[in-house]
């Protein structure tokens, strides 16, 4: 069976469609470079140009099969013999069963010398490379001539070194055709003579005969016609010469194929005997090679001792940058105010309206100070409560989280900064989880220190005295002035940070005044001022007014009645400095009076009008709540200091880390390896490349001793 499988070489598709116009071209090349490869290759390509339109129709056709009945079938022939059709066949499998007891024998039919493509002759040659015998077939009625192109190649070399030639068999074909006996012994004798003079071919190995007699003879072909022709030529010894050039290749085979084997054997022997020799002379270094460590122990002890001394730079860096980063942007603090500004509670006439239902019932009068003490404690007092310790404190512990743990990722990025690590460092990874568990015992603590417990300590402690007082107490009432008086100490810490002013006493404090709705202190002195309308400014110089408002807050009809006693008296000194006096000797008078805070407070709060209906109430509910927030984020988030604590705590961290001097250095000697690895493995290829070289090297001394 022989079936045919219809393509293309991967060459020719890509040009069939356009290769004529290119024919010219081509044929000028041929001319210009005068080169035979050349040539032979522009032939197939304008061959293929030329019977494009009769291999197109071959192309991606299936396979086509022909039985043993249709070998002199044309359609067969024609796909082989055919300078067109033979290029779309892409190959040809021939199913035999005549050859089922040579198994150990390979048979090439290889296209020939006079192939019609360059690829079939770069075949041939690489098939007869690897032959162990050649027989050349040759049709010595129609040439008996050698050509030069086939003598060259049949005294070229095989993979091995042999020349073609000296296994090469000869086989005069078709001689059955011969017109004469003359003309049949004159193509014997050329042919015959042309091998010897131009290949050295021994005479034992050229053969003559017809493959149609021989098939003849031994009962395959049924026609008489060619033993006939062979015995009219006076032929008949050809015509069992196919069995005779069996057996020689046979004797060959077993008696000069080998020995012609065995002398390429020790010939390769001996080359390659040369070649190792040669190879272990130029290599005679590396076989004297003494293996050294990758690194010494000298290079790891200045590297430990320059990256301890560069990570303590860098961590002494990072502590001062944290610090100026912290106390710059404030992030505790600024996460306070935004979270307070966020506070949306107002008190409206419909809060009020449904605590009176509540209180009252459906009574006219309006109980202002019962719904006031009810709002304050049922609705206000929670809600700010709610906010100070559990909103706000989540959203600080978040944040304290958010800082601390960007704080820790920088020790780490410093470390690998000094260590040169960066994103493709292949240990990259694994190092970071490795120092962090190192450093983690100098860690452990800052969750706990700053919990939501802490917070709530340290937000209560400012916050507390103010919704007592601000939040839970109506103004007037001696309910804010007892907690005030309870709380004093605290609200005075938190009125330096809410003014800023360190001079002025207790009841001239900005806080104070809010807290206790007291008239401003600018107020106070209008009272006096509107006392003495021209001679104010006369008065003014003597400081008495500044002195004493600056000194005590009392009732303003105290101080007016203190002022109109001794004016008179004042007025008398007729100069600056004597007035002065006249000033001292006044103050001296309201000091021996000997008022106490008590009593300066009771003065004062006398004064506080309480709020007598729904609209008062609204207005001083809400004046309470914008009261409260405005003293967090003026007075309590700058007591809180958060950001001072909080940078305490990092630094201490980071002292710890570098006090611990033995942390850094036994992290960066167990790990050198993995931190330099980039530069190590440099190193360690060429070690390892020196010693696989060493092997290979002793391998080929006791090839060399083997052989």
């Given at each position: 069976?022989?079936?045919?499988?219809?393509?293309?070489?991967?060459?020719?598709?890509?040009?069939?469609?356009?290769?004529?116009?290119?024919?010219?071209?081509?044929?000028?090349?041929?001319?210009?470079?005068?080169?035979?490869?050349?040539?032979?290759?522009?032939?197939?390509?304008?061959?293929?140009?030329?019977?494009?339109?009769?291999?197109?129709?071959?192309?991606?056709?299936?396979?086509?099969?022909?039985?043993?009945?249709?070998?002199?079938?044309?359609?067969?022939?024609?796909?082989?013999?055919?300078?067109?059709?033979?290029?779309?066949?892409?190959?040809?499998?021939?199913?035999?069963?005549?050859?089922?007891?040579?198994?150990?024998m390979v048979l090439y039919d290889v296209p020939g010398f006079d192939s019609l493509t360059e690829k079939h002759k770069i075949e041939t040659k690489k098939s007869l490379d690897m032959a162990d015998a050649i027989i050349l077939i040759k049709n010595i009625v129609e040439n008996p001539n050698i050509r030069s192109h086939e003598a060259d190649i049949l005294k070229s070399y095989d993979e091995n070194g042999l020349p073609l030639y000296e296994k090469l068999f000869a086989f005069g074909t078709q001689i059955d055709k011969a017109n004469n006996i003359d003309d049949a012994k004159i193509n014997a004798s050329t042919f015959k003579k042309e091998l010897k003079e131009h290949l050295n071919i021994k005479e034992n190995r050229i053969f003559y005969g017809s493959p149609y007699a021989y098939l003849e003879q031994i009962g395959l072909y049924k026609t008489n016609h060619s033993i006939e022709k062979m015995k009219n030529l006076q032929l008949e010894q050809y015509i069992n010469s196919i069995d005779k050039i069996r057996e020689a290749i046979k004797t060959f085979y077993k008696n000069e194929a080998f020995n012609n084997l065995q002398k390429q054997i020790d010939k390769n022997i001996s080359n390659i005997?040369?070649?190792?020799?040669?190879?272990?002379?130029?290599?005679?270094?590396?076989?004297?090679?003494?293996?050294?460590?990758?690194?010494?122990?000298?290079?790891?002890?200045?590297?430990?001792?320059?990256?301890?001394?560069?990570?303590?730079?860098?961590?002494?860096?990072?502590?001062?940058?944290?610090?100026?980063?912290?106390?710059?942007?404030?992030?505790?603090?600024?996460?306070?105010?935004?979270?307070?500004?966020?506070?949306?509670?107002?008190?409206?006439?419909?809060?009020?309206?449904?605590?009176?239902?509540?209180?009252?019932?459906?009574?006219?009068?309006?109980?202002?100070?019962?719904?006031?003490?009810?709002?304050?404690?049922?609705?206000?007092?929670?809600?700010?409560?709610?906010?100070?310790?559990?909103?706000?404190?989540?959203?600080?512990?978040?944040?304290?989280?958010?800082?601390?743990?960007?704080?820790?990722?920088?020790?780490?990025?410093?470390?690998?900064?000094?260590?040169?690590?960066?994103?493709?460092?292949?240990?990259?990874?694994?190092?970071?989880?490795?120092?962090?568990?190192?450093?983690?015992?100098?860690?452990?603590?800052?969750?706990?220190?700053?919990?939501?417990?802490?917070?709530?300590?340290?937000?209560?402690?400012?916050?507390?005295?103010?919704?007592?007082?601000?939040?839970?107490?109506?103004?007037?009432?001696?309910?804010?002035?007892?907690?005030?008086?309870?709380?004093?100490?605290?609200?005075?810490?938190?009125?330096?940070?809410?003014?800023?002013?360190?001079?002025?006493?207790?009841?001239?404090?900005?806080?104070?005044?809010?807290?206790?709705?007291?008239?401003?202190?600018?107020?106070?002195?209008?009272?006096?001022?509107?006392?003495?309308?021209?001679?104010?400014?006369?008065?003014?110089?003597?400081?008495?007014?500044?002195?004493?408002?600056?000194?005590?807050?009392?009732?303003?009809?105290?101080?007016?009645?203190?002022?109109?006693?001794?004016?008179?008296?004042?007025?008398?000194?007729?100069?600056?400095?004597?007035?002065?006096?006249?000033?001292?000797?006044?103050?001296?008078?309201?000091?021996?009076?000997?008022?106490?805070?008590?009593?300066?407070?009771?003065?004062?709060?006398?004064?506080?009008?309480?709020?007598?209906?729904?609209?008062?109430?609204?207005?001083?509910?809400?004046?309470?709540?914008?009261?409260?927030?405005?003293?967090?984020?003026?007075?309590?988030?700058?007591?809180?200091?958060?950001?001072?604590?909080?940078?305490?705590?990092?630094?201490?961290?980071?002292?710890?880390?570098?006090?611990?001097?033995?942390?850094?250095?036994?992290?960066?000697?167990?790990?050198?390896?993995?931190?330099?690895?980039?530069?190590?493995?440099?190193?360690?290829?060429?070690?390892?490349?020196?010693?696989?070289?060493?092997?290979?090297?002793?391998?080929?001394?006791?090839?060399?001793?083997?052989?």
């Amino acid at each position: 069976m022989i079936s045919f499988f219809l393509n293309v070489s991967p060459f020719q598709l890509p040009f069939l469609f356009f290769l004529c116009n290119f024919c010219s071209y081509f044929l000028i090349c041929v001319e210009r470079y005068d080169d035979d490869t050349f040539a032979t290759i522009n032939k197939d390509i304008v061959e293929i140009a030329e019977g494009k339109e009769i291999i197109f129709q071959y192309l991606n056709q299936p396979p086509k099969y022909f039985d043993k009945t249709q070998i002199e079938n044309q359609e067969l022939k024609k796909f082989i013999t055919d300078k067109y059709i033979a290029r779309s066949v892409k190959n040809i499998d021939i199913e035999l069963s005549s050859f089922k007891d040579t198994k150990e024998m390979v048979l090439y039919d290889v296209p020939g010398f006079d192939s019609l493509t360059e690829k079939h002759k770069i075949e041939t040659k690489k098939s007869l490379d690897m032959a162990d015998a050649i027989i050349l077939i040759k049709n010595i009625v129609e040439n008996p001539n050698i050509r030069s192109h086939e003598a060259d190649i049949l005294k070229s070399y095989d993979e091995n070194g042999l020349p073609l030639y000296e296994k090469l068999f000869a086989f005069g074909t078709q001689i059955d055709k011969a017109n004469n006996i003359d003309d049949a012994k004159i193509n014997a004798s050329t042919f015959k003579k042309e091998l010897k003079e131009h290949l050295n071919i021994k005479e034992n190995r050229i053969f003559y005969g017809s493959p149609y007699a021989y098939l003849e003879q031994i009962g395959l072909y049924k026609t008489n016609h060619s033993i006939e022709k062979m015995k009219n030529l006076q032929l008949e010894q050809y015509i069992n010469s196919i069995d005779k050039i069996r057996e020689a290749i046979k004797t060959f085979y077993k008696n000069e194929a080998f020995n012609n084997l065995q002398k390429q054997i020790d010939k390769n022997i001996s080359n390659i005997k040369t070649i190792l020799n040669s190879i272990l002379e130029k290599n005679k270094d590396v076989l004297s090679y003494k293996h050294l460590e990758v690194y010494s122990q000298l290079e790891l002890f200045d590297f430990v001792t320059q990256k301890q001394n560069e990570y303590k730079n860098k961590l002494d860096e990072q502590k001062y940058e944290t610090k100026k980063d912290i106390l710059k942007n404030q992030y505790f603090s600024n996460t306070i105010k935004k979270q307070i500004e966020k506070i949306s509670i107002k008190i409206d006439e419909k809060d009020i309206d449904e605590i009176h239902k509540k209180e009252s019932g459906l009574k006219n009068e309006f109980p202002t100070n019962k719904v006031n003490t009810t709002i304050r404690k049922e609705i206000l007092s929670p809600k700010f409560r709610k906010i100070l310790e559990v909103e706000l404190s989540n959203i600080m512990t978040d944040k304290y989280q958010e800082v601390y743990t960007d704080f820790v990722e920088k020790i780490i990025e410093n470390l690998f900064e000094v260590l040169e690590i960066d994103t493709t460092h292949q240990y990259k990874n694994e190092l970071k989880t490795e120092f962090y568990n190192l450093i983690s015992k100098y860690l452990k603590d800052i969750t706990t220190t700053y919990n939501k417990n802490t917070f709530n300590y340290f937000i209560n402690k400012f916050t507390h005295p103010l919704i007592e007082i601000i939040i839970e107490s109506e103004k007037g009432l001696n309910t804010r002035k007892e907690r005030f008086e309870k709380f004093k100490k605290d609200i005075l810490s938190l009125a330096y940070y809410y003014e800023e002013d360190y001079y002025q006493t207790i009841f001239n404090k900005r806080l104070v005044e809010k807290i206790l709705n007291l008239a401003p202190r600018e107020e106070r002195l209008d009272e006096i001022k509107k006392i003495y309308q021209n001679d104010y400014e006369e008065f003014v110089e003597f400081e008495y007014l500044n002195h004493f408002s600056n000194q005590n807050s009392v009732s303003f009809d105290f101080i007016k009645n203190i002022i109109k006693e001794n004016y008179k008296v004042l007025t008398r000194y007729d100069n600056r400095y004597t007035r002065r006096e006249g000033v001292k000797n006044v103050i001296n008078q309201i000091k021996e009076l000997n008022i106490t805070e008590e009593q300066k407070l009771n003065a004062l709060f006398s004064k506080v009008i309480q709020s007598s209906n729904k609209d008062e109430l609204i207005e001083e509910l809400n004046n309470d709540i914008e009261l409260f927030i405005d003293i967090i984020q003026k007075a309590v988030i700058p007591a809180l200091n958060i950001e001072t604590s909080f940078i305490i705590t990092l630094i201490e961290i980071v002292d710890n880390i570098l006090k611990d001097e033995k942390l850094l250095r036994d992290f960066l000697v167990v790990n050198y390896e993995k931190i330099k690895y980039k530069e190590l493995s440099k190193e360690k290829e060429k070690i390892e490349k020196l010693k696989n070289d060493q092997n290979i090297l002793f391998n080929v001394q006791n090839i060399l001793r083997g052989l």
